[in-house]
């Protein structure tokens, strides 16, 4: 029953659809689940397939934040793993992932990951990410910030994650609060390497940032 041919259907049928482009978004309990849904429904748009962990935490603050339970909230093509389920295909360093992005980030998720603990599947999905050099975002939200988060994200920083605190810009003057979650989301496509015209880059001319010269 577990023999060796059993096991490559199973992963080849759960893997259906999968591609180089395919990206891990992990969606933990921290304030923020704004900048989770504006960036499945960017990857949506944009054809970039997506393999959806959310924690508990994360489904529990989602609904609270956008009014709307996460599951009822997914763009049509999103894969979506229970937090549980060691056997998903993010949980192995064979299944070949762009990488992974964790919005928003707990202070408890980060720590686990930066130490290693792989006690849920996003903490291990981050792991074979970070052991494989496959781009880890993580975007924390958390204020004031204790010595403990500072240590762990610089012990994760070291290790190769990228720490993107959601710590939005305001000098594109942003007229609402998608607005504002959209600069969030421009920077995490640019540390992946995927193309985004979201918030263009910095230029003074007025034109292109109205308000700046005034
Ligand atoms: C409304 C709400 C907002 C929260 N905001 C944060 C937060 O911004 N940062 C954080 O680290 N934890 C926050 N928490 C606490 C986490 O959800 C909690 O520590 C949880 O155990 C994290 O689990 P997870 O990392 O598996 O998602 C919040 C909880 C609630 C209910």
């Known amino acids: ?21 395919t990206l891990i978004v992990a969606v933990t309990g921290a304030s923020g689940a704004l900048y989770a849904k504006l960036l499945l429904r960017h990857l949506w748009e944009q054809g970039v397939p997506v393999h959806l962990i959310p924690s508990g935490a994360g489904k ?3 609904q609270l934040e956008v009014g709307t339970p996460l599951e009822e909230d997914l763009p049509p093509t999103v894969r979506c793993f229970d937090n549980k389920d060691f056997s998903a295909p993010p949980a192995s360093g064979s299944v ?20 290693g603990l792989s006690l849920n599947l996003i ?32 012990r994760l920083a070291e290790a190769g994650g990228i720490i993107l605190p959601a710590m939005p810009g305001f000098y594109h003057h942003p007229r609402s609060l998608e607005d504002v979650g959209r600069f969030i989301v421009a920077r995490i496509l640019d540390q992946l390497g995927f193309p985004q015209d979201l918030v263009p880059p910095w230029n003074p001319e007025p034109e292109i940032f109205p308000g700046i010269a005034s």
């Open 1 to 21: 029953m577990y023999g060796p041919g059993n096991f490559l259907e199973k992963t080849v049928e759960r893997e259906g659809g999968l591609s180089s482009k």
């Open 60 to 62: 529990l603050v989602y």
């Open 96 to 115: 070949s992932y762009h990488g992974m992005v964790i919005v928003p980030c707990t202070m408890g998720t980060l720590a686990a990951v930066a130490n």
């Open 123 to 154: 903490h291990r999905a981050a792991d074979v990410c970070l052991k494989e050099r496959r781009p880890l975002v993580v975007v924390p939200r958390e204020t004031p910030l204790n010595r403990v988060h500072l240590a762990n994200m610089l």
